[in-house]
């Protein structure tokens, strides 16, 4: 930091802000911390009583704050993201489409951990909004060296670190079970709870059946919806351990791959999901859905299903790892 003359100080960066105040109109900033000074701004400088400046000198080894946030912003951005402008050295990232966020945590700890720069996301493997902000980046000083910033280039590598998939306006079938729907007792009030989480994501319902505590009739169904053109099944009801309940045994009988039945999460620990694979190669999911899903705001499913919808594949690993947070 250097003191010298408002005249001397074009293409000097400012250390701190530079407030003006007129009477009953404004008291503002007039020029921001990390601006960098032009000819032009010399007599609004000086209109303000500003004689000499502090200020960062600025040479060929240094980085403005704001080139170094566009530095940070390219080795994020990837398709389906656009960025807004510096704004106090600061850049953001916004989506351009609904999607799962993707990230290379090791690239993003290890930029994070060199200091002096830093990057902020929502949490990765989670749903992002169109035109939702979901990453902003800035250096901390107002000046940083190019050798700092090379070496941050050189611990994220090649690849971006961050990744958008966009979500697929898939087809989905919904199989109600459970006798007393089926046999009119009660009202099927899961159904209509389940398409609105469908829709709400884009989906299309193309099917609703409603059937008995049976595991070949539902397994019949299944692959009947497959066979028609589902591109997810969601099976409600039936997944508990009473004898009566047969939906596991009806997914497993498909021969879909069962990934999980039961995950860490509350409510929606007897959440199955498994995937069946079609002759051309393709993986349909086929979900497994509590009583929770009809009654509580948000599940294990509204964990899971951006991740259906935009073809990327769920461990069994990635649900024991929802333990932490599962609370929800």
Known sequence: MKLIRTED???HVLCHDMTQIIRGVTKDALFRKGHVVTEEDIPLLLGI???H???WEKDDSMLH???AAEILMNLCRNRHMKATAPKEGRINLQAECS????IRRDKLLAVNSCGEVMIATKRGDTLIRKEQ???GMRVIPLVI???KMAQVEALAGDEPILKLLPLKAKRAAILATGSEIYKGRIEDTFTPVVAGKLAELGCTVMDRRILDDDAASVTAAILDEIGRGAELVCVTGGMSVDPDDKTPLAIRQTGAEIISYGAPVLPGAMFLLSYYRKQDGTSIPVVGLPGCVMYAKRTIFDLTLPRLLSDDPVSAAELAALGEGGLL
């Open 49 to 51: 009583g500003k004689e």
């Open 133 to 135: 902000v979901f990453a």
């Open 99 to 102: 999607g799962v966020l993707k």
């Open 9 to 11: 100080a074009v293409g």
């Open 65 to 67: 704050e704001d080139e």
């Open 53 to 55: 400046l502090y200020v």
């Open 145 to 147: 060296s190019k050798e």
